[in-house]
């Protein structure tokens, strides 16, 4: 598999990757690059592994087999925000920082989210868009080479999901992480992502590559027959590339 943004050292390389419970193997032989100011998303039935591959990916799991090359502290953002609630704002962004300029660093941090007025404010007094700004903000203030998303915006409304979306997007472009989101849902992830991967039986079943003048709704349909989905036609246009992942780039 090469890299799709070209010319980016890669934010994580995953060679052979095996992870099992007990006698069942969630993932087997997985490979994966994501590059530095790549968005990869992540889509695939509950239960084939999605979550699985973020948590070795994220250091907290232990793998069974293969190698992951990955930074030492990736940032993970989560569905639930997992604020501390006897903490500030700006101490929960901090969490885990230098203790010297912390609050300087929080401060512009939740500025990029626009919660720069909130620094003393409590999680309690949030909405639920609000906390997942300042776990984004938490995230972003470690500046990682790899950014984690658990479906971050799954228990949020449509339209607080939609602004986090554009949020999410112009963040991404200011600090050029690699990316990978975990979602469930197949118009997020091609509002989102440079490219779209779809996971079955524990290994990348198949890859899509966006880019900027074919049809959307071609996507979306591509990607919902795979997931054994009928879909109705709607979208704006969008350009794609679509191939099963043995016929696309060679694996590591």
């Given at each position: 598999m090469t890299l799709a943004v070209v010319g980016a050292k890669p934010a994580v390389v995953v060679r052979k990757l095996v992870r099992r419970y007990g006698e069942r193997t969630v993932i087997d032989g997985l490979d994966l690059?994501?590059?530095?100011?790549?968005?990869?998303?992540?889509?695939?039935?509950?239960?084939?592994?999605?979550?699985?591959?973020?948590?070795?990916?994220?250091?907290?799991?232990?793998?069974?087999?293969?190698?992951?090359?990955?930074?030492?502290?990736?940032?993970?953002?989560?569905?639930?925000?997992?604020?501390?609630?006897?903490?500030?704002?700006?101490?929960?962004?901090?969490?885990?920082?230098?203790?010297?300029?912390?609050?300087?660093?929080?401060?512009?941090?939740?500025?990029?989210?626009?919660?720069?007025?909130?620094?003393?404010?409590?999680?309690?007094?949030?909405?639920?868009?609000?906390?997942?700004?300042?776990?984004?903000?938490?995230?972003?203030?470690q500046?990682?080479?790899?950014?984690?998303?658990?479906?971050?915006?799954?228990?949020?409304?449509?339209?607080?999901?939609?602004?986090?979306?554009?949020?999410v997007k112009d963040l991404i472009a200011l600090h050029r992480p690699g990316v990978l989101l975990v979602t469930h849902d197949v118009d997020e992830a091609i509002a989102l992502a440079d490219r779209i991967l779809l996971m079955r039986d524990g290994a990348i079943a198949h890859e899509v590559r966006l880019g900027p003048a074919a049809s959307r709704h071609g996507v979306r349909e591509t990607l919902l027959a795979q997931l054994g989905v009928h879909a109705s036609p709607r979208g704006r246009d969008l350009a794609v590339q679509s191939q099963p992942l043995s016929q696309s780039s060679p694996s590591l």
């Amino acid at each position: 598999m090469t890299l799709a943004v070209v010319g980016a050292k890669p934010a994580v390389v995953v060679r052979k990757l095996v992870r099992r419970y007990g006698e069942r193997t969630v993932i087997d032989g997985l490979d994966l690059v994501i590059a530095r100011g790549e968005f990869v998303a992540l889509l695939g039935e509950s239960g084939c592994g999605k979550t699985t591959l973020l948590r070795a990916l994220a250091g907290l799991d232990p793998i069974d087999g293969g190698e992951v090359d990955a930074p030492r502290r990736p940032a993970v953002v989560f569905q639930e925000h997992r604020l501390l609630p006897w903490d500030s704002l700006w101490r929960n962004v901090s969490l885990g920082q230098p203790e010297q300029g912390a609050r300087e660093r929080a401060a512009a941090a939740l500025a990029e989210v626009g919660l720069g007025d909130r620094l003393d404010d409590w999680p309690r007094n949030l909405s639920g868009g609000q906390a997942q700004r300042v776990a984004l903000a938490r995230a972003l203030v470690q500046e990682p080479e790899l950014l984690l998303l658990d479906e971050p915006f799954a228990a949020l409304d449509a339209l607080t999901r939609l602004k986090m979306h554009d949020l999410v997007k112009d963040l991404i472009a200011l600090h050029r992480p690699g990316v990978l989101l975990v979602t469930h849902d197949v118009d997020e992830a091609i509002a989102l992502a440079d490219r779209i991967l779809l996971m079955r039986d524990g290994a990348i079943a198949h890859e899509v590559r966006l880019g900027p003048a074919a049809s959307r709704h071609g996507v979306r349909e591509t990607l919902l027959a795979q997931l054994g989905v009928h879909a109705s036609p709607r979208g704006r246009d969008l350009a794609v590339q679509s191939q099963p992942l043995s016929q696309s780039s060679p694996s590591l």
